[in-house]
């Protein structure tokens, strides 16, 4: 089955880092757009970072220059490498993956960034 499924969240403290990551099934991975969003409490989900196929990346402000999205189609994983972590990135990460005009996301993974 076509599916992407998100591991590596967990609680850190600010100023810390995590490395998520998203492996996708199902599909020919060099042919896809991936992409990382996040939903806080009380906030409708956004855009955290994109890759594509050529691995051209784009960034949200508020992640720019902490963040790092990479791929590795070998083993059809996509990253996100968050430093300098702050409450504010606290959310539930989602993995979104486009394929054939069709967005599929991961289940998600918690990420608490707290004293």
């Known amino acids: 089955q076509v599916q992407v499924v998100e591991s590596g969240g967990g609680l850190v403290q600010p100023g810390g880092s995590l490395r998520l990551s998203c492996e996708a099934s199902?599909?020919?991975?060099?042919?896809?757009?991936m992409g990382w969003y996040r939903q806080a409490p009380g906030k409708q989900r956004e855009l955290v970072a994109t890759?594509?196929?050529?691995?051209?990346?784009n960034y949200a402000d508020s992640v720019k220059g902490r963040f790092t999205i990479s791929r590795d189609n070998a083993k059809k994983t996509v990253y996100l490498q968050m430093n300098s972590l702050k409450p504010e990135d606290t959310a539930v990460y989602y993995c979104?993956?486009?394929?054939?005009?069709?967005?599929?996301w991961g289940q998600g993974t918690q990420v608490t960034v707290s004293s």
């Open positions: 979104n993956m486009h394929r054939r005009s069709v967005d599929y």
């Open positions: 199902g599909v020919i991975f060099s042919l896809v757009d």
């Open positions: 890759i594509t196929t050529g691995r051209i990346t």
